[in-house]
Each structure stands twice: as C-alpha cells, then as structure tokens.
C-alpha cells in the first residue's frame, strides 16, 4: 500500500526551459531493426534465451520528449531519500486516461508480489517505488489476443517479440524517457496492459500487468540488477571451456576444489538452502550444460517461483546493503 498517497507532478519539468516546438515538425526517421539476445519465460516457469530481431521503432519526437517530461509520478512506496534507497520505477503501456485506476492496481500488485519474495520481504523498507502515469492512445498491447493486432500506444509493447508468442518487447529509450520522471532510477519496470501471459528480462524489465504469473520475472530481474547473480539455468549451450565467471553464484570447480582453495560459496557447502536440499555444485548453468556448475538444484535465478538459494540471498542482499548503507 501507498506511504504518501497523493499523485506527484514532476517538480523537475518547472526547471526546464523547454522550446516551443512547431506544429510542422517531421517525424523522426524509423531506427533500423536491431538484434539482441532477451530472457523468455515460460508459464511453466522455465528461463531461456532467444536472440531475436527487434521491430523497426521511431525515437521520441522533440513534442513526445516534452511529454514524457511533465508525466505525473505516482509514489507508490517513499521510504527515504533516493541516495540512500533503491528505487524501482514502473511504466506503463497501453492503459488510456480512463484505465489509470487499472495501471495503478497492477503496480501495486506486481509490488505486492515480489515482496513476499526474500530478501525483498524483509528489506521492504530499503525502497522507494514510483509509478509513471504514461498514458496510450489506445488500450493493450500488439499482437494481444493474437498476430496482427496492432494497438497505438506509448511505448510500443509487442507480444510475439522475434517470432516467440510470450516474449513481450518494449521501445526501451521510450521507456527509459517516461521512467526518468521519476526522482531516481535504479530499475525500470515495464507493465503491459494484458492479461495475458509474458515478459523480457533486461535493463528494462517486461511483464503483462494483469497475469499474476508475470510478476515473479521482476525478481529475478532484480537478482541480476541487484545482486549480480548470473542465470543458472543450463540452456541453450552444451560444454563450457571459458574462463571463471565472475558472478557469486556460477563456478567451473567443483566443491572439492571449492573446499580445498576456498573459492567461491565453499563457506556455505552443505548448508539447508532455502530453494530445497543443501548447497553444493550441482551440474549445469550459465547457458550451458556441462563445464559449469550452481549451488543448488533450483533457485529463482534458474525457474521462476522458486527462492532464492543462499548464494542469491546474500547477493541480493549485499547490493541492497551497497546502496542503502
């Protein structure tokens, strides 16, 4: 629930001098097609990667920039000065001026839910969470209910994102210029207006906002972001001949070597992990299937609904720690 529940307008848009901007302007041109690798969750909660193709989009016009400028900035949650909290901004898409009660519900739904998650549960306090009110010319997203439906909105979410049906993609400048009316910006959160199923993991986080299901991708978002935490699940790749990684929670030795030269998690080798079993070097992870191993058999970093194992926890735990004081 809200700490301070009047809406915002962005103080910092008085402190700008911005140029008219003629009703003649032209429109910028399309940028290219890009290609980026995104995280694909399945409703089964399993995590892949796909490399897809990014739809053509257009930047922001100097009259959209304007806009995004004096969006209001709900606060859904202000616990203490930005410099000393972590700050989680939301976005949405597709939600008109008449559906803002809806976006709001959302948000405050996908909060709700990764606080029952550790370590965001118990360090709830360590927050502050804003929601921009970005309005859409139309209600949902494209290709929602199916391919081809096309929708006019804020910030061009897709479902069927490089040919794969949940992968939700977002113009992430668009996203990141609407987040920036925020006080400060630790993680942008991108909430479609769907029902259905779906998401991408990445600087700018997706999830569909009215899909209960979709709200465990912002934890383990958050574990990267966060934490640091590498992806511990074991596809597509097989063999893994690179060098160490640096991320806490992925190893190349096993828990002899571990144990003997003290590296890595050997501390918590044999320890209860919160995700089941005990913690040791389980076969598998950072995309790949041999070479490689986790701390335990099935965290939150490998399928969502899972925990945290212990590594992650105290990883999380630590970032938040490295921000907060």
């Known amino acids: 629930m809200r700490t301070l529940p009047a809406v915002v307008a962005l103080a910092a848009a008085a402190a700008f001098v911005l140029q008219p901007v003629a009703p003649s302007e032209a429109a910028p041109a399309p940028r290219p097609a890009e290609t980026t690798v995104k995280e694909v969750f399945s409703p089964d909660g399993t995590i892949t990667r796909a490399r897809v193709t990014l739809a053509p989009s257009s930047p922001l016009s100097a009259r959209a920039a304007i ?67 970005v309005v859409s010319p139309q209600s949902g997203v494209d290709n929602d209910p199916s391919q081809g439906v096309q929708r006019n909105t804020a910030l061009d979410m897709y479902f069927w994102c490089g040919n794969t049906e949940r ?6 400048s668009k996203a990141r210029r609407y987040a920036a009316a925020a006080p400060e910006v630790d993680q942008v959160l991108a909430v479609a207006n769907s029902t259905k199923y779906g998401g991408a993991g990445g600087g700018v986080a997706t999830s569909s906002g009215g899909n209960a299901q979709s709200g465990g991708i912002v934890a383990h978002e958050l574990g990267h972001s966060i934490g640091g935490l590498a992806d511990e699940y074991d596809y597509p790749d097989d063999l893994y001949t690179g060098a160490e990684p640096s991320e806490v929670n992925v190893s190349t030795h096993s828990a002899a070597t571990m144990s003997q030269y003290r590296l890595k998690w050997h501390s918590y080798l044999g320890q209860a992990s919160p995700d089941g079993g005990v913690v040791g070097t389980y076969q598998g992870g950072y995309y790949h299937r041999r070479g490689v191993y986790r701390p335990t058999g099935n965290s939150l970093m490998r399928t969502l609904g899972r925990p945290f194992n212990l590594i992650g926890l105290d990883a999380v735990r630590a970032g938040i720690q490295r921000k907060t004081g």
């Open 67 to 133: 806009q995004a400028a004096v969006a209001e900035v709900v606060p859904i949650q202000r616990t203490g000065p930005s410099s000393s909290r972590f700050d989680l901004v939301f976005v949405g898409n597709g939600y008109t001026s008449s559906q803002l009660a809806t976006y709001d519900q959302h948000v405050v739904d996908r909060w709700d839910e990764l606080t029952r998650i550790e370590p965001y549960r118990s360090m709830k306090e360590s927050f502050n969470v804003w929601q921009v009110n």
């Open 167 to 172: 992968l939700l993609c977002v113009n992430e």
